[in-house]
């Protein structure tokens, strides 16, 4: 009796979903969920600071059903202030995270609960589809789509992945701008514990979508819906430059001191591969 020909199975995309979304389901459903907590530790850590946070736009978050939340990112803090901004809508944000962030030994058991979804930027593929499985169960994923953290305070060029996202689940893609926690914590900086700085969080409605489906294109029009957000909220920010100041924490063209993008990108290296260069970056 001959034995049965060995089963052949396709990888495609398909299964490869199929196959991240079964793991990222099972994982998550042994670990309880900390998020309560965690925001409440949050919460109190901001309110010992004494920040004044104003939230504007955060009706725009859906109550329910998946949503990409995109947003600029200027200081260490912006993941949580992101997370805080879903509160009215209850919801849980679902964040890609660096993977040496991720698997950090004190933080991996709350990333793991959380249901936060590691990125490796040398091979980010894995990192999508369990973002793409995370849109399927109605979830919403919060993205910095700046490869890092911005040292002028404008828009950094852009990776697509947010775009993509939002274009292949059909998602409602959500532009914030953070600003103000810059002055407590950045890149270059050393933290500073100075209370009552004021935070400015301000969500814009879903971009349109494209019949296209230009990934980079919509990336673009990303761009230039989070670079007029933070403007503005960089510019109805209560604390403003004084008169001769040295203000470091404030962009160049408008006035403060922090070094133009030219400058910083000399700074802070090359961009990795895929990134959208800023054509929407007019300062």
């Keep these: ?17 199929a196959v991240v979304r079964s793991a ?12 309560p907590v965690v925001i409440a530790a949050i919460t109190t850590g901001f309110r010992a600071l004494g920040l004044r946070i104003t939230v504007t ?29 879903a509160r009215r809508s209850r919801r849980h944000v679902r964040f890609l995270i660096r993977r040496d ?35 399927a169960d109605g979830e919403v994923v919060g993205v910095f789509p700046e490869a890092g953290v911005s040292r002028s305070f404008t828009i950094r060029p852009m990776m697509p992945g947010a775009a993509s996202l939002s274009l292949h689940e059909r998602a409602p893609l959500l532009p914030m701008a953070i600003w103000g926690p ?3 914590y950045t890149a ?4 500073s514990l100075r209370r009552g700085q004021a935070v400015r969080l ?5 971009l349109a979508g494209r019949d296209d489906d230009d990934v980079r294109e919509h990336t673009r029009d990303l761009g230039r819906r989070l670079g007029e957000l933070l403007e503005q909220a960089q510019r109805e920010h209560p604390d403003q430059p004084g008169m001769g100041e040295h203000a470091w924490w404030h962009p160049a063209h408008l ?5 133009t993008p030219a400058d910083a990108r000399a700074v802070e290296g090359p961009m990795p591969p895929g990134a959208v260069a800023p054509l929407f970056d007019a300062y």
């Design 1 to 17: 009796m001959k034995p049965a020909p060995p089963v052949i199975r396709t990888f495609t995309p398909t299964t490869a979903f």
């Design 24 to 35: 990222v389901t099972v994982s998550s459903a042994s670990v309880p969920d900390v998020y």
């Design 57 to 85: 736009g955060d009706e725009h978050v859906p109550r329910s059903g998946p949503a990409v939340l995109a947003a600029n990112h200027s200081s260490f803090f912006d993941f949580a202030l992101m997370g805080l901004a």
């Design 101 to 135: 962030v991720w698997e950090h030994r004190l933080l991996n058991p709350a990333m793991r609960s959380m249901r936060h979804i590691p990125v490796d930027r040398a091979a980010p593929a894995a990192a999508l589809l369990a973002a793409r499985s995370a849109l």
């Design 182 to 184: 810059q002055r407590l």
């Design 188 to 191: 270059g900086r050393q933290l």
């Design 202 to 206: 301000l969500i814009g409605p879903p």
């Design 255 to 259: 006035g403060g001191a922090a070094p």
